[in-house]
């Protein structure tokens, strides 16, 4: 199995132990980046029963509503929970108030540091 894979210059993405899967994006993307991120995650996750996703979107300036609709939107199977990792305590709220009003198909929620 292949344990890290970079997606352009922008996504990284990588197998942890206990079958999660940390997706760190080293600036803002695209919606090409983002569905070459799903497939190559899907590919990446695609013989496991059940796992979760480490989204550490920190080092962004921003994400479009085009790219949070794309996300939210994708369900995947085996894909048990979303947890994204975000620089503040206020961006943390803010996020979260989204997502009760947009809720996304996988269960997601927002954090400020990745021991929460």
């Known amino acids: 199995m292949i344990k890290s894979i970079n997606i ?3 996504v990284k993405i990588e197998y942890l132990d ?4 940390r997706y760190t994006f080293l600036s803002n993307i695209d919606l090409d980046t983002a569905k070459n991120m799903t497939y190559e995650g899907d ?5 496991f029963l059940v796992c979760a996703n480490l989204v550490d979107i920190r080092a962004t300036q ?3 509503n085009e790219i949070r609709s794309y996300f ?3 369900k995947r199977k085996n894909l048990a929970a979303i947890a994204i990792i975000i620089e503040s305590k206020i961006q943390s709220k803010l996020a979260n108030l989204y997502l009760k009003i947009n809720l996304p198909k996988t269960n997601t929620q927002i954090f400020t540091n990745i021991p929460d």
Not at 43 to 47: I, Q
């Open 8 to 10: 352009n210059d922008k």
């Open 18 to 21: 206990d079958l999660i899967f």
């Open 43 to 47: 590919k990446m996750g695609g013989d």
């Open 62 to 64: 921003n994400i479009s």
């Open 72 to 74: 939210g939107e994708q």
